[in-house]
C-alpha cells in the first residue's frame, strides 16, 4: 500500500501572497474587465453589449474573464463596487450634520452634483442595468440602507431613523429624490438652470432634516 502523502487542495490566499507577481497581474486583469466593460457599455448600452463585445473591448481572453466573473450581472455587479464607495465621504458629511442650514446643504449638493457628473457615464450604466438586473437592483438598494443607518448612527437627532421603519422610508424616499435629481440634472442633461436645482434639492433636505429632527425630540 502506498504511503504518499495525499494531494491537498491549493490555499490560493497563501498562493496569492507567495506570488506578489501573479496576484498584481490578476488584479491588472480585472481592472481592464471593469474598465472595459465601462467603455462597452455606455458605448452600446448594458442590455446590448455582450461578454464578447467586453472581451474585444479589454482584449482579454473568455477563460481570464471566467477566472473573474462568472456572469455579465456579476461583472456589472463589480463596477457598483467601484463606484458607489465614491460617495460614501460625501455621505458621511452630510450624517454629520448636527445643525444644518440652507447655505452648508447648498455647498454639500453643489458638491455632490460635481460628483455626478465626473462619473455620468458610470450612473447611466448603472441605471440602465438596475432596469433589468433585480440582483443589482437591491445591491444598490442596499447600499442606501447603508446611507440610512449612517445618518441614524452619527447624528443623535436622527437615531429614531434606526428602528423606526416609517422613518426609514421618508428617509428613503428624499434620498431617491436627490438620486434622480442629480441624475436627471447631470446624465440627462435638464434644461434646468444648475444652479436652482441646487437650491431646490438643498432646500427639500432641509425639510427632511428639520422633520426627522423634530420627530426625533419627541420621542
Known amino acids: 500500500m502506498s504511503t504518499k502523502e495525499p494531494v491537498l487542495p491549493i490555499d490560493l490566499e497563501r498562493q496569492n501572497r507567495a506570488n506578489p507577481r501573479q496576484r498584481a497581474q490578476r488584479a491588472a486583469t480585472r481592472e481592464k474587465l471593469i474598465e472595459g466593460a465601462v467603455r462597452i457599455f455606455a458605448e452600446k448600452g448594458y442590455a446590448n453589449a455582450t461578454v464578447d463585445d467586453v472581451l474585444r473591448e479589454a482584449g482579454v481572453s473568455r477563460a481570464s474573464f471566467y477566472a473573474h466573473f462568472p456572469s455579465k450581472v456579476a461583472l456589472i455587479s463589480a463596477v457598483a463596487d467601484t463606484f458607489v464607495p465614491l460617495w460614501q465621504p460625501m455621505y458621511e458629511e452630510l450624517a454629520g450634520m448636527q445643525a444644518p442650514d440652507q447655505v452648508r446643504l447648498e455647498d454639500w449638493c453643489r458638491r455632490n452634483v460635481?460628483?455626478?457628473?465626473?462619473?455620468e457615464t458610470t450612473c447611466l450604466i448603472l441605471t440602465q442595468a438596475?432596469?433589468?438586473?433585480?440582483?443589482?437592483?437591491?445591491?444598490?438598494a442596499g447600499f442606501q440602507n447603508v446611507l440610512i443607518d449612517m445618518l441614524a448612527r452619527k447624528n443623535a437627532a436622527l437615531a429614531h431613523l434606526e428602528a423606526d421603519e416609517a422613518g426609514r422610508h421618508r428617509a428613503a424616499f428624499a434620498l431617491s429624490q436627490l438620486d434622480q435629481a442629480c441624475y436627471f440634472l447631470?446624465?440627462?442633461?435638464?434644461?434646468?438652470?444648475?444652479?436652482a436645482a441646487i437650491v431646490a434639492m438643498a432646500a427639500q433636505l432641509l425639510h427632511f432634516f428639520e422633520n426627522e429632527m423634530a420627530r426625533g425630540a419627541s420621542l
Do not use: F, G, H, M
Request: avoid cysteine; charged fraction near 30%; aromatic fraction near 12%.
Open 186 to 195: 447631470t446624465v440627462r442633461r435638464s434644461q434646468q438652470d444648475p444652479e
Open 130 to 140: 438596475t432596469a433589468i438586473e433585480p440582483d443589482l437592483y437591491w445591491k444598490i
Open 114 to 119: 460635481a460628483l455626478y457628473r465626473q462619473n
